[in-house]
């Protein structure tokens, strides 16, 4: 199964773009990620999938446009323009793998995003 | 709308046995899997398993698999994560989660205490 990796924090000023990045072990580039948004004292809330080729489907419900997914080789981003404060919070990806009788879906460990 | 919702917050003692429940509706319960994702204090997010409403058999994390037991109750629409021994480990927030018709849903969350 793969192993996804995420650098524990980021931080951006208000107004300013950040990416983040989820990485994909090695072998499993053709794996679609999803981005979930939690916001401190609240549960998670699913943002986008992204695949090699970008967006798979569509957004999660009420997230702006001002976020955007790119995929490249093992990487799966996640870009948010014009941070605003509602922004902050930690992101997680996560992607599932195998079939239906031996599904398993892991999660990255998470990026916590300051709105300075 | 579908939504889920979860029971109340539980305080036990090690040892001790619980069960939780998810409640789901505003879609055809019989139809979509349901996950249950913990989250321990200050840490990411953990996929433990997932249950289908129908007669198919669970998929569990391969690390927590002999300690949780799931099921589903598709008459009244629940689903349920039981522990049979709590640990002091087991403390943390736990979650249930469905993609319905390629929209991604969560529970409110349930806090478990597990404390002598």
């Known amino acids: 199964q793969p192993v996804l990796t995420q650098t524990p924090s980021a931080s951006a000023s208000l107004g300013a773009s950040v990416t983040l990045t989820c990485t994909l072990s090695?072998?499993?580039?053709?794996?679609?990620v999803d981005w979930y948004q939690q916001r401190p004292g609240e549960g998670p809330r699913f943002v986008m999938r992204?695949?090699?080729?970008?967006?798979?489907?569509s957004r999660g419900d009420g997230i702006p446009d001002r976020f955007s997914v790119l995929g490249s080789g093992l990487n799966r981003y996640l870009t948010i323009k014009n941070i605003q404060e509602e922004d902050e919070s930690d992101y997680h990806c996560?992607?599932?793998?195998?079939?239906?009788?031996?599904?398993?879906?892991?999660f990255g460990g998470g990026t916590t995003l300051t709105v300075l | 709308e579908v939504q889920l919702v979860q029971s109340g917050a539980e305080v036990k003692k090690p040892g001790e046995s619980l069960r939780i429940s998810c409640k789901g509706s505003?879609?055809?319960?019989?139809?979509?899997?349901i996950s249950w994702v913990r989250q321990m204090p200050g840490k990411g997010l953990e996929w433990m398993g997932r249950?289908?409403?129908?007669?198919?058999?669970?998929n569990y994390s391969p690390s927590l698999q002999g300690h949780v037991t799931m099921s589903a109750d598709k008459s009244i629409t629940t689903a349920y994560l039981e522990w049979s021994s709590l640990k002091a480990s087991d403390s943390g927030i736990y979650y249930c989660?469905?993609?319905?018709?390629?929209?991604?849903?969560w529970g409110q969350g349930t806090l478990v205490t597990v404390s002598s």
């Open positions: 249950t289908a409403p129908n007669d198919s058999p669970p």
């Open positions: 996560g992607a599932d793998h195998g079939g239906e009788t031996n599904f398993v879906y892991v």
């Open positions: 505003g879609y055809n319960f019989s139809n979509y899997w």
């Open positions: 090695s072998g499993y580039s053709h794996y679609k």
């Open positions: 989660a469905s993609t319905v018709e390629g929209g991604d849903y």
């Open positions: 992204v695949g090699a080729g970008g967006i798979v489907g």
